[in-house]
Every structure is written in structure tokens, then in C-alpha cells.
């Protein structure tokens, strides 16, 4: 099957509006290849099977497959952009974006994932910046209609890691990540946050908080809770265990950034 394996029997929200126009020209062959597989056909890793379900275990299911295609969808469609923000394609941040999709669903659907980007620059280069751009901010428009906050938010911690994937970090990446994240209807301060997950500094920890040194322990308090709340793993579950396992990890560090914080203040 083409991309059906990966995508499965149900596209959801993605398969229309401004995404499905990006997409427009798989949409097709997703299509063709799902209907072929009649009523036996797999949802993806996991999922169930019309043969092995109630009819309200199916539809639930196929809902539940729906949206988590329509996250991977729309995280390709997003890292078209953030990839050739700096009007480079690094070979380092494709290769992540495959790596995402090997390990959860296989080889042939990275080899998939890698002709849909290659697509989406092409279509990029053909519409020209300006035109792809607004395409983008409709796209996040829609995401934005579609997912929850916390979802929203694992997505952009994922271009976040694109991103930072060659060990560096352009001006012209970071404008973008922070143009998606206001298209999408979060705060442009989440990706300054996200950007510092990783560092070592009392100055990092503060910056993952959003919170200035200067802020008092109550303040600091009220940030992190705020942000335990909404990237809580558990938000994002029903989008499959691989997005709940990236969540935890970005969990365990925000909370490595607040034990700093804590200690440094003797709290």
C-alpha cells in the first residue's frame, strides 16, 4: 500500500481546508491505497480493526487514528516551513523528521514522510515565499481550530527539535517557530521556553519558566504549575504512546528547570 499503511483508513480533520490544500496532491493516493483494504483494513500502530471491535470501539478508534494522523500531517506540513526558514534543507533535521516516523511506524513510511516534504518544497518554491507563508498561517489557523492547547503545544516542541536537530539554531528559524506558534494561537514566549529545555544554566532554567530572576518565589511557583498544567503527558495520550513518551521527556525537563530554580532559592 502506499501511504495507507502509515495514515490508515480514517485522514481526519487534515484531509481538508488549507492543510489538505498543501496536501492536496497525496490526498488522492491516500485515498486509493485505504479504500483497496475493504473492511479489514488496519488503523495504523495498535489500532483496532472493524473485525475485532464494537461499532463504537471502530468509530472511536478510527476518530482517535484520525486526529493523530492529522498531528503527524500537520507536523510535516509545519516542518516544510521551519526546515527552509533559513533557506537551507539540512540533512539533520530531515533526518529527524524520518526518524520520527521510523521508529513508529517503519522504514516505508519515513521513505513516505521524506517524498512529502520533498513535495512541499517543491510546492514552496512554485507558489514562492510569500504565498507558501500564508498557506502556512492558514494551515495554523486550522490546526489551531482543531487541536487542544496541550496538543498545540507538543506540536511546536516538535519543530522546536527540528529545528535545533544541526546543533544550531538560526535567526530565521527561531522567526518562524515563533510566527507558527502565534498561527496557532499560543504564546510566541513557548518557544523561547522550549529553546533553553536543554540548557544547563540557572539562567536556562529561568528562561524555561518564563520568569525573571528577579520574580518572587510566589511568581515563580505560579509559573511552573502553569506549565506543568499544560505540557502535562497525559494531555496529549490519545495521540499515541510515541507522543506521550516525547511529552514526558519534555515534562522531565521542565521540571529539571524548576528543581534548579528551587535549589538555587533554597526552596
Known amino acids: 500500500m502506499a501511504f495507507g499503511k502509515w495514515i490508515g483508513g480514517y485522514l481526519g480533520w487534515s484531509a481538508a481546508g488549507p492543510i489538505g490544500a498543501l496536501i492536496g496532491f497525496l490526498i488522492g493516493a491516500v485515498i486509493d491505497a485505504v479504500s483497496g483494504d475493504g473492511a479489514t483494513l488496519s488503523l495504523g500502530s495498535g489500532g483496532f480493526t472493524s473485525s475485532d ?29 521551519i526546515i527552509k526558514a533559513d533557506g ?22 519515513a521513505e513516505q514522510g521524506d517524498q512529502i516534504l520533498k513535495r512541499l518544497f517543491e510546492e514552496q518554491k512554485q507558489m514562492g515565499l510569500s504565498a507558501y507563508r500564508q498557506s502556512i498561517a492558514d494551515s495554523c489557523r486550522q490546526i489551531a481550530a482543531q487541536m487542544d492547547y496541550s496538543q498545540r503545544l507538543q506540536l511546536l516542541s516538535f519543530l522546536v527539535m527540528i529545528a535545533q536537530a544541526d546543533g544550531n539554531v538560526a535567526d530565521a528559524e527561531v522567526v518562524a517557530l515563533r510566527e507558527v506558534a502565534q498561527w496557532m494561537s499560543l504564546q510566541v514566549s513557548e518557544v523561547d521556553s522550549m529553546l533553553h529545555l536543554k540548557g544547563d544554566s540557572l539562567d536556562d532554567a529561568y528562561k524555561v519558566l518564563g520568569v525573571s530572576p528577579d520574580a518572587t518565589d510566589d511568581e515563580q511557583k505560579k509559573a511552573y504549575r502553569k506549565l506543568a498544567l499544560e505540557h502535562h503527558p497525559d494531555r496529549v495520550a490519545k495521540l499515541g504512546d510515541d507522543v506521550r513518551l516525547a511529552a514526558e521527556k519534555k515534562f522531565q525537563e521542565i521540571n529539571a528547570a524548576k528543581e534548579k530554580i528551587w535549589k538555587a532559592r533554597g526552596l
Do not use: C, K, P, T
Request: proline fraction near 0%.
Open 88 to 109: 537551507r534543507i539540512m540533512h539533520s533535521e530531515m533526518e529527524l523528521v524520518r526518524q520520527m516516523l521510523r521508529q513508529n511506524f517503519g522504514d516505508v513510511a
Open 53 to 81: 471491535a464494537s461499532d463504537d470501539d471502530w468509530q472511536q478508534s478510527r476518530q482517535q487514528q484520525g486526529n493523530r494522523n492529522s498531528f503527524l500531517l500537520s507536523m510535516l506540513v509545519l516542518s516544510s516551513y
